[in-house]
């Protein structure tokens, strides 16, 4: 069965500081897609980042890095340099391979983790 | 652009009211969509998802149900609410075009809470 845990429910970092979020999946697909989701307190979801399975190189984009390891399961989220809108709960999740075309690629969530940055 | 919307943003109601919330997708065609819940402590449950018009997919029994009258549109409904239907309520589309690999788009969310 597939699943997403992110052990880290809280982290609490002083601004300008480095923060990573850990990301670990279970799944049974050869094929599958990752992503990290941001929740700021208006509450809405905001797409980060989408990874494809058979591409593992890293990517950055500004502040943001992420590292995914398919021997280790693992898909990790870096902040550098944080800032305190950077606040806010990340969701990592994990899609499986359904149907072309269709809805049955549903996402299936971690619990998140709750990002605070002091100033 | 594509923009989604929902509404209403909070509402209060009480156990054994009905229940209709409304999401709405603008500027893209046939989209697929979901409503997820997010119960106290964060976690995201799929309740419904819909490739089209009348085509609606259950995950989990419960009080709710949710239809799809028109292409663009997805309502999430209960005949009588009860304590544990409070939580927030988000809407999803996702590009059908996009296969298997697309990522949903989420809405402004809804807030109920039901007393």
């Known amino acids: 069965a597939q699943k997403v845990t992110q052990a880290q429910t809280e982290i609490s970092v002083v601004e300008k500081e480095d923060v990573t979020l850990d990301c670990v999946y279970e799944?049974?697909?050869?094929?599958?897609?990752l992503f990290w989701y941001k929740q700021p307190p208006s509450g809405e979801l905001v797409f980060l980042i989408r990874r494809n399975s058979f591409d593992e190189q890293n990517e950055i984009s500004g502040r943001y890095s992420w590292n995914f390891q398919k021997s280790t399961s693992s898909f990790n989220f870096t902040i550098t340099a944080s800032q305190v809108v950077d606040s806010a709960v990340y969701f990592c999740a994990l899609s499986e391979a359904g149907d072309y075309g269709g809805a049955t690629n549903k996402l299936i969530f971690g619990t998140g983790t709750l990002l605070a940055v002091q100033p | 652009s594509q923009t989604i919307h929902q509404w209403p943003a909070t509402l209060v109601q009480p156990v054994g009211s009905p229940l209709s919330l409304e999401c709405t997708v603008e500027g893209t065609s046939n989209p697929n969509l979901y409503w997820y819940r997010q119960a106290a402590g964060r976690g995201l449950q799929l309740l419904f998802y819909s490739v089209g018009i009348g085509q609606i997919s259950s995950e989990v029994p419960q009080n709710l149900s949710a239809s799809r009258p028109q292409d663009r549109q997805f309502i999430l409904s209960s005949k009588k609410l009860l304590l544990s239907d409070s939580g927030f309520y988000l809407c999803a589309w996702k590009d059908w075009t996009s296969g298997r690999t697309g990522e949903q788009y989420f809405g402004p969310g809804t807030r109920l809470t039901v007393t």
């Open positions: 799944t049974r697909d050869t094929t599958y897609y």
